[in-house]
């Protein structure tokens, strides 16, 4: 297995037959959850069937949806029917993040550079998995999945825990002014635009303009604390998935042939601690 890059408390690696995968101290007691490694081969279903193993549920039980760059969520309520599970793709409902209460699903989303963040209330048990590329990002969907979250199961965002795993960060993340005139259409304060919008200023004696690198996971992280998530209780792995691609898989990077990582969380129920 190739070398795992050095990562900041709470995160650690944990070791499974696939491969290697980034968990969170600060989520342990309340959730099970993981942000997959490229070891796991996905998205061949059967990497799917592997992951549901993993996290202790059947197949039809980890919840997926057909992501589309948006701001919808889903609810996946306990003793529910009909939600969506694996399944086909054209069966799956519309989304980029999903809520909900179930110790008998995990709820799943998957990347390749975009932001995958996963939320625990400390008080209900709910949780969320959230997936956040810049289209997303700019639509505000981590705080609609909040503001779901308040809806379906009384969740305070002061009580929740927030992990933002692997994504492409600004040091590999150049960006065209298009992507500042959509954030601005999106009502976000200038003042965040510009600083989710890093340009290095130009060297002496040089005319060209330093192109634009944004900082999608700082631009959730910033959501989050404005949607009142205590920001100590946010916590970034920092890993850039374009610069460990040993471990890690990127679009920016590889291209169409990039595989994806999933972020996966199942609620624990509330007598059950975490394993030892």
């Known amino acids: ?83 969506p599970g694996g399944g086909a793709l054209d069966s799956r409902p519309e989304a980029d993040a999903l809520i909900g209460d179930d110790p008998g699903s995990a709820l799943a989303v998957m990347t390749a550079d975009c932001v995958p963040l996963l939320l625990a209330d400390q008080r209900t048990g709910a949780v969320a998995a959230v997936h956040a590329g810049w289209r997303g990002t700019a639509a505000k969907i981590v705080g609609e999945a909040l503001t779901a979250m308040q809806r379906a199961f009384g969740t305070d965002p002061a009580n929740l825990i927030a992990v933002i795993g692997p994504a492409i960060r600004p040091c590999c993340y150049e960006v065209g002014t298009e992507l500042v005139d959509a954030f601005a259409a999106q009502q976000h304060e200038r003042y965040l635009i510009d600083r989710w919008f890093i340009a290095k200023p130009p060297r002496r004696g040089e005319r060209e303009i330093p192109k634009l690198r944004l900082d999608v996971a700082g631009a959730n992280r910033d959501q989050l604390i404005l949607a009142g998530v205590p920001e100590g209780r946010i916590f970034d792995c920092g890993l850039c998935t374009a610069m460990q691609l040993d471990v890690l898989t990127s679009f920016r990077a590889e291209g169409a042939a990039a595989g994806r990582l999933a972020a996966v969380i199942r609620p624990r129920a509330r007598h059950q601690a975490p394993p030892a």
């Open 1 to 83: 297995m190739s070398t795992l890059p050095p990562v900041p408390e709470p995160f650690y690696w944990t070791s499974h037959p696939w491969g290697a995968a980034l968990r969170c101290a600060a989520l342990d007691p309340l959730a099970d959850h993981l942000f997959t490694s490229r070891q796991l081969g996905l998205p061949a279903e059967p990497a799917w069937t592997t992951l549901a193993a993993t996290l202790e549920v059947t197949p039809d039980h980890l919840r997926r949806v057909r992501q589309v760059h948006g701001h919808a969520v889903v609810t996946v309520r306990a003793g529910s029917a009909g939600m």
